[in-house]
């Protein structure tokens, strides 16, 4: 609870500065949005009814500025907040000493410190970029040995160059499972592109030039103008065979 001041000099201005911008009370109330028995404790200086100074304070800055009045707060700060203040701002400057001190007595291990933290945060940074390098290397490293595996896989795919072979045509493929076939002639567009299954039979007359590719080479059994095509040596890792036929 705020003490009540007995001198009625300050609230008396409040009052009188009202009466001259002829106001009520009510009209105030209206225009700062502070509740009447607020305005009316200021102008009797009573300030019981208001729960703390600070309170009171904000209140009384409002009106007074809003009537334009420069006047002191009249309610005194209590001496117990004023000795608690002193005695907070005494506890500071003794923190902020013993703070200084401390810096003095350990200023040349604090600098060791630092020193030591900024050349590990160096090497941890080195050697993270050293890292990246480094997996950037194998990436790179990865991608040519992937290109290097594609081209000899290209290579591994082997070609057979039969005899040419005036008579008899016929290329008979006989499947027992599921196998992949290709045949191109000269003009490079596919004769046969096909999958076959098992127990199915291709038998075709090709008088031109062609290339055979046959994927799965274990289920089919190939045979050229009368003759059985060694699908094994002409076969990739993948059992996928290339044979070329060069017809006249």
């Not at 001496?79 to 005494?90: A, G, M, P």
């Not at 630092?114 to 950037?136: A, F, P, V």
Request: with cysteine; glycine share 2%.
């Amino acid at each position: 609870m705020v003490k009540v001041v007995k001198s009625g000099k300050v609230g008396a201005k409040f009052k009188e500065a009202r009466f001259k911008l002829n106001l009520s009370l009510e009209d105030i109330s209206k225009n700062i949005l502070i509740n009447i028995k607020y305005l009316e404790a200021i102008e009797k200086d009573d300030y019981s009814i208001f729960p703390a100074r600070a309170f009171a304070l904000a209140y009384y800055k409002k009106y007074s500025k809003f009537l334009e009045i420069k006047d002191i707060f009249p309610l005194q700060e209590p001496e117990s907040s004023v000795n608690d203040r002193k005695r907070s701002i005494k506890s500071s400057g003794m923190r902020l000493a013993e703070f200084e001190k401390l810096i003095r007595d350990n200023f040349f291990k604090i600098i060791v410190f630092l020193t030591s933290s900024l050349i590990l945060l160096i090497i941890l940074s080195l050697n993270l970029i050293d890292n990246k390098s480094h997996n950037l290397d194998q990436s790179k490293s990865g991608a040519k040995v992937t290109e290097i595996l594609d081209i000899k896989e290209i290579d591994n795919v082997q070609e057979s160059i039969a005899e040419p072979m005036p008579h008899n045509n016929n290329l008979i493929l006989i499947f027992s499972g599921p196998c992949w076939v290709e045949i191109y002639t000269d003009n490079k567009k596919p004769l046969i592109y096909k999958l076959y299954n098992n127990n199915e039979v291709l038998e075709i007359e090709i008088k031109k030039s062609f290339t055979l590719i046959i994927g799965n080479i274990d289920n089919v059994n190939a045979d050229y103008a009368g003759k059985n095509i060694n699908l094994i040596d002409s076969a990739n890792e993948q059992k996928v065979s290339t044979t070329t036929f060069k017809n006249e």
